[in-house]
């Protein structure tokens, strides 16, 4: 079964590869633990499952790209409200989180930061990873939040514009990092180095959100190429096996990929096709996969994600770990805890702001 545009209830699918995500990254950040049990091959995957965090990026590019287009940019008025509720939807756990991680006097011990408030270390080579290391991400999301409404308006009006904003922004934010290096040496490393700037910044990660835009914008491409019947099931495979094929080029067992010009180009282009595919696929396909994604277990889990990614690794994974530990390295418990910080702390607060602004109108 196949259609030009996406069932509502299919999206649910897409909320399942959330869960599929988060999941691929609490491996990865825990394959070490297991190095000595597990055959050297699905170790040398296992390196690459950080490449989970792109899905996220991509499913960002789609989700924006189907819900706002350029709408927000209508007025500053309309740009204010689309950006404040990004803001309420992402930040108020990360900020819960932070808090109590500068309160810890084992942690933080009262070093409030600022910057780390507004996601700015996250532009920082030097302080990407401090405090809650995996919110630099975070960054990389907002920013694309900030950007998307002129984004899709350039590629409404063509999509060369749209790729020449891309060049335009690449390149200026390494200028920026290099005259602030030339200026005072840029002691905290903003900006700067080349590959920081590719693997963790948006200006670098802007193409996995572009293939994301694609999909929304012309699904009837996806569904038009020679295999599209088989798009789920080809893109699965071929995500996974790019994954596979990145992991030849790591040169130790604490290396990367994509830390080489040939896993970059299989990063930068092949893996996004992929995902798309993997992604149309679900949504106007009914196969086994698309059914458990779509499961109320997987579509459960994938709400959590957010929650999970957030407290896998860093403060909150090593604060309930002094507590409790168990021989899954607390990964039941950790989503168990997620799946409570979603319905007591961050689904209440995300739908109190949208009953606000709908009671405005």
Known sequence: ??????????FKALTGVRAIAAI???????????????HPELFRFCNELNLGVQLFFVLSGFLIAKSYGSKPLQSLTHYRKYFVQRI???????????????????????RFSLPHYLLLQGFSSTHSLDAISQSWSLTVEMTFYAFAPLLLLLLEKHLKYLLLFLIVLFTTTLLLGHLWTLYNGNPDKYLVPIEFVTMST?????????AGIFLAYYPKFWNQIPFSKYATAIGGFGFVLTLYVI????????????NHWQGKVLFFIVLPFFIVLLFQGLMSQRTYLQQFLS???????????FAFYLVHISYANLKLKSFVFFPDRNFIL????????????????????RRSVQNKK
């Open 334 to 353: 950790l989503w168990l805890v997620s799946i409570a910080l979603y319905y007591g702390f961050e689904k209440p607060i995300y739908d109190r702001y």
């Open 202 to 210: 948006f200006a670098g990660q802007s193409l996995l959100f572009l």
């Open 88 to 110: 309420v939807r992402i930040m108020p756990l990360y900020w819960l989180l932070l808090t109590l991680y500068y309160l810890d006097s084992g942690f933080g011990n009262y």
């Open 1 to 10: 079964m196949t259609a030009d545009q996406p069932k509502p209830n299919h």
């Open 247 to 258: 992991g030849w080029f790591q040169e130790s067992r604490v290396d990367h990929g994509t």
């Open 295 to 305: 499961s109320k277990v997987m579509v459960l889990l994938g709400n959590a994600s």
């Open 24 to 38: 691929m990254i609490f491996v990865y950040h825990n394959r070490k633990y297991w190095k000595d049990d597990i």
